[in-house]
């Protein structure tokens, strides 16, 4: 069982960068996936989360407008498309999957992790 995220890197405020996690090992058919992330200094917190019963959750209204999370359960991949980038954006983005019955996808506990992967926002 495995996520393998990938899509991060160094980019200039207002870029867009699209973050990808491709699950082998289970299908997602079941599951929430999403992105977490945490900045140096700060703790973990949830960025978004797409289920195939609830659909999307924005988890910050900061991400709201700018980002936009997407699943294609044929390839059994995530898509976080991040617009607009901004320097409060620089996180290490960790990619997460599991299935959830009860409670907020943004606190929640994943039991799939993918690597983290480096996005950095910067003039």
């Known amino acids: 069982v495995q996520l393998q995220a990938s899509g991060g890197g160094l980019v200039r405020p207002g870029g867009s960068l699209r973050l990808s996690c491709a699950a082998s090992g289970f299908t997602l058919d079941s599951s929430v996936i999403g992105w977490f992330r945490q900045a140096p200094g700060k703790e973990r917190e949830g960025v978004s989360f797409?289920?195939?019963?609830?659909?999307?959750?924005y988890c910050e209204d900061i991400v709201k407008g700018r980002f936009t999370i997407s699943r294609d359960n044929a390839k059994n991949t995530a898509y976080l498309q991040m617009n607009s980038l901004k320097p409060e954006d620089t996180a290490v983005y960790y990619c997460?999957?599991?299935?959830?019955?009860?409670?907020?996808?943004?606190?929640?506990?994943?039991?799939?992790w993918g690597q983290g992967t480096q996005v950095t926002v910067s003039s």
């Open positions: 797409v289920s195939s019963h609830d659909g999307s959750t």
């Open positions: 997460v999957a599991g299935e959830i019955y009860s409670g907020s996808y943004c606190v929640n506990e994943y039991e799939y």
